[in-house]
C-alpha cells in the first residue's frame, strides 16, 4: 500500500480550535479521520478527539493487518464513538453533551468506503474532476431537495451528529476502486463553507497534496477574515502499486501483520465494543435527557 498524505489544522478566528483530524494505517488498510466539534455545546473539542480516539482504537483493534468488513467497522466505530461521548458526559455529571460531527473513510484492498455524520465533508478527485461529496446532514441540504416546512429553518442547521440525545443518522459511501494519483480530502466547514466546491477541486488535483493543503487552509483564512472558523483539511493521494511515478510518500510494504502506525492520540478501548448495542445506548440517552429536564426544572 502507497499513499501520500498532509493534513493542517488552524485556529482561525475562534478562541480555541475545536476540530480533530488524523490517521493511521497498517500494513493493507488505512484510516482517514476528521471531526468538528459543535460550538453551543460544552467540551466540542472533547466530542471531536473522543471520535477520533475511539475510531482509531477500534480501527488498531480490527485491522490485523485489515478488516474484515469495511461497512461493518465504519457503522459501527461511528456508534462507538456516539456511546463514548455519551458516557463521557454522564461521568462528568453534564447537563448538555458534547457534540461532534465526524467524517472517516477507510482504504483497503485498492479501494475507499467512507462514512460521514454532519457536515464535514469528503470530496474524491479524480484526473482534476469531482467523482464524489458527501451531502451535508444538514437544513439547507434538506431544502434544496425541496421538502416541504423548512423554508423558515436555519439553513446552516444540523439535523444529526454524534452526542446528541438521539440517536445519529449517518451514510456509508463505497467502495470505490482508487486508480493512480485519485485523492481523497477531509475538511471541516471553516474551508469548504469559505472556499466553493470548484476551488477545492482545482486546488487539491493539480498540486500534491503537500502543497495543496496548506495553500486552501490559507486562502480559506485570508478570505474569511478575522472571522474565521477552524479550518482543517486531511488530504491523500493514492498510488497504485505497479505505478512508476511516486510521491515518495508512505509505503507499507515492509510493514508485519501487527505493525500499526497513527498520527491520533490514542484513547480508552476497554468495554467500547462490549456494551456497545441499542439498549445500552438508549439507556445513555435516556439518562443524559433525565439530566437536562431536571437541569431545567431547577433553572425554572
Same mark, same amino acid.
Given at each position: 500500500m502507497k499513499f501520500s498524505v498532509f493534513q493542517v489544522s488552524r485556529l482561525g478566528g475562534r478562541e480555541k480550535n475545536e476540530d480533530r483530524m488524523g490517521y493511521c494505517y497498517t500494513r493493507e488498510a488505512g484510516l482517514f479521520a476528521l471531526?468538528?466539534?459543535?460550538?453551543?455545546?460544552?467540551?466540542g473539542e472533547v466530542a471531536a478527539q473522543i471520535a477520533l480516539q475511539t475510531v482509531s482504537a477500534l480501527f488498531q483493534r480490527q485491522a #490485523?493487518?485489515?478488516l474484515p468488513d469495511v461497512k461493518e467497522f465504519l457503522a459501527e466505530a461511528l456508534m !462507538? !464513538?456516539?456511546?463514548?461521548?455519551? #458516557?463521557?458526559?454522564?461521568?462528568k455529571g453534564m447537563a448538555d453533551t458534547p457534540r461532534t460531527t465526524l467524517v472517516a473513510a477507510v482504504v483497503q484492498d485498492g479501494r475507499a468506503e467512507w462514512i460521514h455524520c454532519g457536515d464535514s465533508r469528503l470530496y474524491m478527485v479524480r484526473g482534476g474532476e469531482l467523482l464524489a461529496r458527501t451531502r451535508d446532514h444538514s437544513y439547507q441540504e434538506l431544502r434544496k431537495m425541496a421538502i416541504a416546512g423548512l423554508e423558515k429553518v436555519n439553513r446552516n442547521v444540523l439535523f444529526t451528529c454524534l452526542g446528541s440525545p438521539s440517536k445519529p443518522i449517518y451514510d456509508i459511501t463505497g467502495p470505490v476502486t482508487l486508480e493512480q494519483g485519485d485523492r481523497i480530502l477531509l475538511c471541516s466547514d471553516g474551508l469548504w463553507g469559505t472556499l466553493s466546491d470548484d476551488t477545492i477541486v482545482r486546488q487539491i488535483a493539480r498540486q500534491a497534496v503537500a502543497h495543496a493543503v496548506p495553500d486552501l487552509v490559507e486562502d480559506a483564512l485570508r478570505k474569511a477574515g478575522e472571522h474565521s472558523d477552524n479550518v482543517t483539511v486531511i488530504a491523500m493521494e493514492w498510488e497504485t502499486p505497479d505505478a512508476f511515478a511516486t510521491t515518495q510518500g508512505i509505503s507499507t510494504e515492509g510493514f508485519d501483520d501487527e505493525a500499526f502506525e497513527s498520527t491520533i492520540q490514542a484513547g480508552p478501548v476497554d468495554a467500547i465494543v462490549d456494551d456497545l448495542d441499542d439498549d445500552a445506548i438508549e439507556r445513555s440517552i435516556a439518562e443524559i435527557n433525565e439530566a437536562i429536564r431536571r437541569s431545567a426544572a431547577r433553572k425554572a
Open positions: 471531526a468538528d466539534g459543535m460550538g453551543g455545546h460544552p467540551d #490485523r493487518p485489515k !462507538a !464513538a456516539h456511546h463514548q461521548i455519551l #458516557r463521557h458526559a454522564m461521568e
